[in-house]
């Protein structure tokens, strides 16, 4: 008679430990093969307990390949300062910030997933997504799109006529940003310019401004063509003093525009600005208001603190 023996109980317990093995090996390779579903050019696996970054794909990305990101890399917190140092636009590194440690990556729940769209000013706009996959690791995709992907969001937000930005990139990006100080300008009689010499001499002038403006302030500074012959300028790091020669620079140089084919015409305009650190959507009423006091005038700028216009 053959006699079968009973599995001991430590083999039903290595059995086990077997199968719970498989099944997380089974839900990793499962959250990769999501990752990659998604074609991320850069994909890795961080451990968060120990910040080790390995490198499970890294193709064509052109963040990586322009500060040669290698196979291996220190840390992962070294890496997230380079990237959020070179590859993110300032105002959108409050998204990534909370993923950019060990401990924000431990706090992603098991199997849950963290994504987010990003720019930089390299024309690179990224999309980063986070999948956890066990109890020490998440596993990062990185997407990033070029220079071609930047010049049709480029064009989204340029006017046409001024090739300066347009309402929509004011409503949807530069509302929401801080500055240091807030112009609001527009064209003195501008309705009679039309209306007297025809709308191709007012477009004339319009794109005429829009050059000026555009060489007497820096890079860092923004201009919009807000509507019609208005203009919003938003400067970052300048003081009173600076701010007010630097208008009065524009409104003499507009002073000097001459219109081909169209002599008689002459230029000017009105500013009104408000300096002080403050966001651009609550400093545009009282930059408004000091353009309804230059308008009275005309070819004037008048400028105020924001503290002393908040408490007026």
Partial sequence: ?????????????NLKEEIENLKHQNQRLLCIINALMYEYNTICEVNFKTGKVNFLELRSSPFFKKFEIKKEFPTFEELAAIYLQYGIYKEDIS???????????????????????????????????????????????????????????????????????????????????????????????FKQINDTYGHLYGDNALTAISEVLQKSVRDSDNIVRYGGDEFLISLKDITPEILSKRLEKIRNLVEKIQIEKCPQLHLSMSFGAVYGEGLIKDMFSIADKLLYKSKKTKNTITI?????????
């Fill in 304 to 312: 105020s603190s924001l503290i002393l216009e908040q408490n007026s």
């Fill in 1 to 13: 008679m053959r006699v079968i023996e009973s599995p001991s109980p430590d083999a039903f317990l």
């Fill in 95 to 189: 998204l990534i910030q909370p993923i950019s440690t060990c401990e924000g990556l431990s706090k992603i729940e098991y199997g849950k997933s963290f994504t987010q769209k990003y720019r930089n000013d390299k024309g690179i706009y990224g999309e980063l997504k986070i999948v956890r996959i066990d109890d020490e690791s998440v596993l990062m995709g990185f997407s990033e799109k070029d220079k071609e992907i930047h010049e049709l969001q480029d064009q989204m937000y340029t006017d046409s006529l001024t090739h300066v930005r347009n309402r929509k990139y004011y409503d949807e990006h530069l509302a929401n940003q801080s500055c240091s100080a807030l112009v609001i300008a527009d064209i003195d009689s």
